[in-house]
């Protein structure tokens, strides 16, 4: 069974200050990874996703992330955060197999930047 | 503009009253799935189509019920709702497996009294 761990339920930030959202997963195969964005009141934003190639993923917003086959994570980075990134973030993962494959999802970490 | 749409957006009820949820999206994208996201749970899948009259159970199946009859809606229903599906819930969409992006609607806040 596939799963996803987002360690923190909760990221405080200073604005300027860069920021990391945590994710790890465990997948048999090499996994299909996403960060979706959820805004108050609001659907979830798709950010970025890894696929295969370069294991760093540029992303909206200026969001990336780093593929860690070995460390089976897929963490979540901004050079410099924004009050505006103020959110919850949501990690999934999907096996790469052949028909439908389900998405499973993180159990979400809220990110604060402090001005 | 691309979209998923779901109604209603707010919706109080009481146990045992019969309600659907719509969710329609504009995308012509054949997987449409439904989720409910609670604190400290995440998102859970609830149901799932493939395409048309395709549909199978997600994680939480239980209480729900769903029909895919046309490509754009998929159309979520509590025949009986009780307290413990108060929830919010989302519909979404995407264009294939793998590594497709999901397209989110905007959630439906469901209290159940």
């Known amino acids: 069974a596939q799963s996803v761990a987002q360690p923190e339920d909760q990221v405080n930030v200073a604005e300027g200050n860069p920021l990391t959202v945590k994710c790890t997963y465990s997948v048999s195969g090499n996994p299909y990874l996403f960060w979706y964005v959820q805004y108050p009141n609001r659907g979830l934003q798709f950010l970025l996703k890894y696929i295969t190639g370069d294991n760093l993923v540029k992303g909206s917003y200026g969001f990336e992330a780093e593929f860690n086959k070995s460390q089976t994570s897929f963490h979540l980075k901004k050079p410099s955060a924004l009050v505006s990134d103020s959110a919850l973030y949501f990690c999934a993962v999907r096996a790469p197999s052949g028909g439908y494959q389900k998405v499973t999802f993180g159990t979400g970490t809220k990110l604060q930047v402090i001005p | 503009e691309a979209q998923v749409t779901q109604n209603p957006r707010y919706l109080i009820t009481v146990t045992g009253k019969k309600l659907t949820v719509t969710c329609s999206q504009n995308?012509?994208?054949?997987?449409m799935s439904w989720y409910r996201q609670d604190p400290g749970l995440g998102l859970r899948q609830i149901y799932y189509?493939?395409?048309?009259?395709?549909?199978d159970k997600g994680d939480v199946p239980e209480g729900y019920k769903v029909s895919r009859k046309e490509k754009r809606n998929f159309p979520l229903i509590l025949e009986s709702p009780s307290p413990n599906q108060t929830s919010l819930y989302f519909c979404?969409?995407?264009?294939?497996?793998?590594?497709?992006?999901?397209?989110f609607g905007q959630g439906t806040r469901l209290t159940v009294v």
């Open positions: 979404a969409s995407s264009s294939g497996t793998g590594g497709t992006e999901a397209f």
């Open positions: 995308m012509n994208h054949e997987y």
């Open positions: 189509s493939m395409n048309v009259e395709v549909t």
